[in-house]
């Protein structure tokens, strides 16, 4: 077990447990094999050859090493969890005598919001993604129906690209996605979000689809599937077109989130179409601002 990354069987093996027992998606199961095979070169380097034998001293150090490095806290965390997952694991299943990160603290991630745009700003973005589709370029036409997606339910780029055909309902104006853990839900579209698909789907789409295309809902130039890098380009562009800040897709979801929340919607509402397993993860990621909030309690409270 000299790495975790590879085919070696116990990077098989965890994986395998990450994907069945802990539902986690694809992204994350290969960010925690990167983390081990991260761990495992720092312990080679300090002379311990084997994850078997790595223990709380070689955890610290590793951790510490990547803050002295200025890591983002958010991988630090990130790196502090895998290892925790890892040797739980190992120990579970007697690939190590004990758990070496029973004790191992980590860095909590940074409680920090993404770019938000106003409302303004979002139209502006949008409107201009459906101009530079009036060329007729396929991929234009792409861009235009998955920033309207974006900003129309909120999704994660990584469900929507991995979004099909069939996940669509444009009868019932809804997309069915699929977010962490394989969790599946049914989010509404829009009006405007309805027509660029339409678009896409009776112009765009048959100009770029092959045999390899399969039922992919926005595809690649070539005819693959579209993937994040392509979608967070469109974003990028459409933003310095539109001359508003350079924000990347997430900035979308958060945007759709707080105008959901401006608009009166409650965030029960929102978590769902968030996908957030805890309401709790909704009321760090949505912001209000104080005029709504007073002008809510104003509107509901009895003694206001």
């Known amino acids: 077990m ?22 986690l998606s694809e992204n994350t199961v290969r960010a925690y094999l990167g ?25 610290r150090g590793w951790l510490a090493s990547m803050a002295t490095a200025e890591r983002s806290r958010a991988t630090l965390a990130r790196r502090g969890a895998a290892a925790r997952t890892f040797f739980a694991w190992a120990a579970r299943t007697g690939r190590v005598a004990q758990d070496p990160a029973l004790r191992l603290a980590s860095a909590r991630p940074a409680s920090h919001l993404p770019t938000v745009l106003d409302q303004g700003a979002a139209a502006a973005l949008l409107d ?19 920033l309207e997606l974006l900003y129309a339910t909120g999704a994660r780029v990584g469900e929507l690209c991995a979004a099909d055909v069939d996940d669509l309902d444009l009868g019932a ?30 112009r765009g789409r048959p100009a770029l689809a092959t045999e390899a295309s399969g039922p992919a809902l926005l595809l690649g130039r ?37 105008h959901l929340l401006e608009g009166g919607s409650d965030l029960r509402s929102v978590q769902e179409v968030l996908g957030h397993a805890s309401l709790a993860t909704t009321q760090r990621y949505t912001h209000v601002t104080a005029d709504r909030l007073r002008a809510s309690f104003e509107q509901a409270h009895p003694r206001a």
């Open 2 to 23: 000299e790495t975790a990354r590879g085919t070696t069987p116990a990077a098989e093996a965890f994986a395998l447990h990450l994907r069945t027992q802990r539902g």
């Open 35 to 59: 983390d081990l095979d991260a761990l495992a070169g720092y312990a080679r380097r300090h002379g311990v050859a084997d994850l078997t034998q790595v223990d709380l001293t070689v955890l």
């Open 128 to 146: 201009t993604a459906r101009v530079r589709a009036d060329d007729g370029d396929p991929v234009h036409l792409r861009d235009w129906a998955a």
């Open 173 to 202: 104006r809804t997309i069915r996605l699929t977010g962490k853990g394989d969790k599946q839900r049914v989010v509404p579209v829009g009006e405007l979000a309805v027509e660029a698909v339409e678009a896409w789907l009776s």
């Open 222 to 258: 070539r005819g693959g599937r579209a993937d994040q890098r392509q979608l967070r380009k469109a974003v990028h562009d459409a933003s310095a077109d539109a001359g508003v800040s350079d924000v990347a897709p997430h900035a979308l979801r958060h945007s759709a989130a707080t």
